[in-house]
């Protein structure tokens, strides 16, 4: 930043800080002066989103008054809370079906249809991306269906509400979503768009394959060639799934998981999901068998799954671990794993 910027930085935030501070101690006899770094409507007192201001200018250079503008049109949602809220279910004692009633949503006879058709009407694309990054077709085309029904479901809450809702407002997550929003307002600026039209999830993902704004300016491509990244073409969308995939380390040629068979069911205790870490040797002494034409990986993942009538026991290979970089979830996981697989097979 050039002296002559910082110089006009430092004036811009002074009256900031002093109408903040005013407010604090003078509130009740005289009105803050006016000031167009205020921010208006929801969001009008908030330290936080005040600090936020402060920070979009101090580290990116963007005038206070332009993001309190954004900020004043940015509504505060209940629901969007509400829906953040909803309790994640507890691991059970007992198995009660919650892997089957998972699988059930995304793994049906319609969605794998659909993907299929997907498929023929992007094989070009998925081609390409499966060339370039190493990611076969059917995975990139199964995220996008659990993700958004392949751009059926895309989101209706406006991006900018819901960060800055979850950011100023939900403070079990707000370093997170500040961050979001913080990567939202930049990436408004790099490519162009007004921030306040957008519309994605409550969590304020976008486009066919659901990027957070931090995923879209590390990992979205520009995969048509028309020189803008967009999360909401498809061509895009499939670029952008197959490189994030491949920066996470998706390994070419590689399976994702393979089922095993247990002598007796696992205790509880042994630990299982996606972060868990055994060799084949260990694997062994749990009591656990599989057929493989290859020798194991010395790091394998063991997924215990709850189908109800007892347990399936998974071992994921390094790729299964890479999905789950998308979604932090064992189910998320597999059911992208099993949608992929009915898909190729109906083809
Ligand atoms: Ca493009």
Redesign the pocket.
Known sequence: MDLLRTVFMMILAAPLLSCQAQTVIDDAVTPAPASSANISGDFANHPEALAFLQHMQAQHGMAAPEVAAILSQARHQPRIVALMDRAAPRPEERPTGAWTRYRAKFVTPANISRGAEFWRENAAALNRAEQRYGVPAEYIVAILGVETRWGGYLGSHRVIDALATLAFDYPRRAEFFTSELENYLLMAREEGFNPMVPLGSYAGAMGLGQFMPSSFRNYAV?????????LW?V??AIGSVANYFATFGWQPGQPVIIRASAAQPLAMSVDTGFNSDYTPAQLRALGLSWTHPDPLPQRMRLIRLDIGTGYEYWLGFENFYVITRYNHSSHYAMAVHQLAQAIRASR
Do not use: K, L
């Not at 520009?222 to 967009?230: A, V």
């Open positions: 520009d995969f048509d060639g028309d020189g803008q990244r967009d073409n061509t895009d």
